[in-house]
């Protein structure tokens, strides 16, 4: 450490030794012009002893001799001046005036042998020798003030420290997706791979419209896993984007699967171009629970101000209404009429025929005895509210195209079925969206409940745009999944969106419980979020401070975001940060990455149009919708006017008719 009194010494011996090298240069003037001084009278008995003494040392054998040695002492006098720093000075500079000092302290070794008088040589020796000097002096003093390390100026939004190393080695498994990257780190572009060795843990995908989720990420997962022979789920945002691809892959891959295995596909543009299913098919509807789950998912898709009114007595009474209508026609002969077009119809027939009939089900007993004593006591005002709560709603669903869908029967939901393994991809219109989100929302929460479950065929679900349904069965898949070799890859814009469609706590648990987390460009709250999960590391810092004397440069480490916010809300268009989750025996040390994906378009696997296919069957001409939509409603009325009968004569059964009191 510097104390005053150390640099006052280290000044003084400067100011020393730049005074023995101006005595050398005069020195070398008397020396080499003693003639001249004697002319002038300058010379003494005791100044030309001294000279003869010091010549004695060699220091006059040479004209240069003197002049060198004067030059080295300045030169070492120089090193300790400290200047005050100027950040505009440059070595250049200094270097210019040193050079040209130094070009006009020896060029005066040619006036030597000049055709002029004597005299007049030693004026014009001694004056440019010293302006030398001089200059020579003025430019150490330039660089004394020149700040020797400058701060790096062109990484002004600090991109080189907030690079890692990241993933480079191709590791795969059974269960393994890969997407193959390019990313920067210490200068360089290197290459590297995403591996999701475990991605039965979740994959949970982000990023702003256009950042490349579907592109980048979510078509390459779809080929992998069709090429691995995975029975597969796809929800299908921009049907038939998707659709076409998967199709044209597991053409292409037919023989990974088992010869029982088959395409679905359902769009609600194209019905001859689509297949049927009913979602709440009585074969797969075992417990009165699912009618619940159902019940609940379809009319909280429809009225989304419900999500966080759970448990209120107007939210929780259509909901109960609807699963005594399903459950009823579960129960009803072989369940043949189980199926959302005829709970509808159910639902809007006349109260005391309703709720007679719903009644004679013990098992609903319980959910339909609020109506009935309202309905009983006349009390009017709050049945009806009741009452249209439930069928404001469902009238929405009330069109032949959706009946038709939703009657059918040609697949079942449970495409992980180890005899027949399926490939099922569900369709979306943007420009229908409001409409079709509470069907697709059932059928997406249905098939989570029947897929989970033990000794089945390995599946996955691709469900993009996850926040335009409301499907909370998925998080219990995302929960449970891995044990029953379900692969759940979900994509959505931002965490924001999410907490529209689902409650905030669900929202969190979505987000949290997803082991696999990978995203585009995001801003606000979810860049701030995915920011503090990425984590800290190790960033060099340099400052530099100056004052009248001196400059200083301080370098120090921080402990410093990875990825900040600012930089996710900055990705470009296929960039993409995130985090994977590894496994016990396939364990990666470099889990995080911000990186660059490299799509790897494979010719002939899109836009083949699966139109095409073989689902245009062209038995769906408008002809055969109105005549399902018409029977459905016969169906019903058929069914009410049976079960009045059997109440009517059936003694047994008198408890359960309704009437005003």
């Not at 994509?491 to 585009?520: C, F, H, M, P, W």
């Amino acid at each position: 450490m510097q104390t005053g009194e150390s640099e006052q010494g280290l000044r003084s011996v400067m100011d020393l030794t730049r005074a023995f090298s101006i005595i050398i240069l005069l020195l070398h003037f008397y020396y080499s012009f003693w003639t001249v001084f004697a002319n002038w009278n300058l010379r003494t008995e005791i100044t030309d002893r001294l000279i003869k003494n010091i010549a004695l040392t060699g220091l006059f054998n040479h004209f240069l001799t003197a002049k060198c040695l004067a030059l080295g002492l300045l030169c070492v006098s120089l090193l300790g001046v400290r200047g005050a720093k100027n950040e505009n000075l440059t070595n250049l500079k200094g270097v210019i005036w040193i050079a040209s000092g130094i070009l006009i302290y020896f060029l005066t070794y040619l006036l030597i042998d000049a055709p002029i008088a004597n005299q007049d040589i030693a004026l014009i020796y001694f004056l440019s020798t010293s302006i030398g000097y001089v200059i020579i002096l003025r430019g150490g003093v330039l660089l004394s003030r020149v700040i020797r390390r400058k701060l790096n100026n062109d990484d002004i939004f600090n991109r080189e420290n907030e690079t890692f190393p990241q993933q480079e080695e191709l590791v795969s498994n059974k269960y393994s997706l890969h997407l193959k990257t390019k990313y920067y780190y210490r200068g360089k572009v290197r290459s590297g791979w995403i591996n999701f060795v475990n991605p039965r843990r979740g994959i949970l995908i982000m990023g702003s419209p256009g950042s490349g989720k579907s592109y980048f990420i979510i078509e390459n997962i779809i080929r992998q896993l069709i090429e691995k022979g995975f029975a597969l789920f796809i929800y299908d945002y921009k049907f038939p984007e998707l659709t076409d691809l998967a199709y044209n892959h597991y053409s292409k891959f037919r023989d990974r699967y088992p010869k029982e295995s088959l395409f679905h596909s359902i769009n609600f543009d194209n019905l001859s171009c689509s297949d049927r299913c009913n979602p709440i098919s009585p074969t797969t509807m075992n417990r009165i629970t699912d009618a619940i789950e159902s019940s609940r998912t379809l009319l909280l898709s429809i009225n989304k101000t419900w999500i966080n009114k759970q448990g209120d007595f107007f939210v929780e009474s259509p909901i109960n209404l609807l699963t005594a209508a399903i459950w009823f026609l579960r129960k009803y002969g072989s369940g043949e009429f189980c199926t959302i077009p005829h709970a509808i119809e159910l639902i809007h027939t006349p109260y005391d025929k309703l709720f007679s009939i719903l009644q004679t089900e013990k098992e609903i007993a319980t959910l339909i005895n609020p109506f009935a004593i309202a309905f009983a006591d006349q009390q009017m005002e709050t049945l009806n509210s009741q009452m249209a709560s439930v069928k404001i709603p469902l009238g929405r669903l009330a069109s032949p195209e959706l009946y038709y869908v939703l009657t059918g029967d040609d697949f079942s939901l449970e495409i992980n079925d180890p005899e027949k393994p399926a490939i099922f991809c569900l369709g979306n219109n943007p420009q229908n969206q409001e409409a079709l989100a509470p069907i697709i929302s059932l059928y997406v929460n249905r098939l989570n409940k029947i897929i989970n479950k033990k000794g089945v065929y390995p599946c996955a679900e691709v469900i993009d745009e996850f926040a335009t349904i409301r499907a909370p069965s998925v998080m219990n898949t995302i929960a449970t999944g891995r044990s029953n070799d379900i692969i759940t890859a979900i994509a959505l814009q931002d965490y924001s969106q999410l907490k529209l469609l689902y409650s905030r706590e669900e929202a969190e648990v979505i987000l949290n419980i997803t082991g696999n987390l990978v995203s585009g460009q995001v801003s606000g709250e979810t860049a701030k979020l995915l920011s503090e999960r990425f984590g800290k590391i190790m960033q060099p810092r340099t400052s530099l401070s100056i004052n009248s004397s001196d400059a200083s440069v301080s370098h120090s480490l921080h402990l410093d975001t990875a990825i900040p916010a600012s930089r996710i809300a900055s990705l470009s268009s296929g960039e993409f940060v995130g985090m994977i989750a590894d496994d016990p025996n396939c364990q990666i040390e470099l889990k995080a990455f911000h990186c660059k994906i490299q799509h790897e378009t494979i010719k002939g696997t899109k836009h083949s149009n699966v139109q095409n296919s073989i689902f245009c069957t062209g038995h769906a001409d408008p002809l055969a919708i109105q005549k399902n939509y018409e029977q459905i409603k016969q169906d019903i009325q058929n069914l009410v006017y049976s079960e009045m009968e059997r109440i009517l004569n059936d003694p047994a059964l008198s408890s359960c008719l309704v009437r005003y009191s």
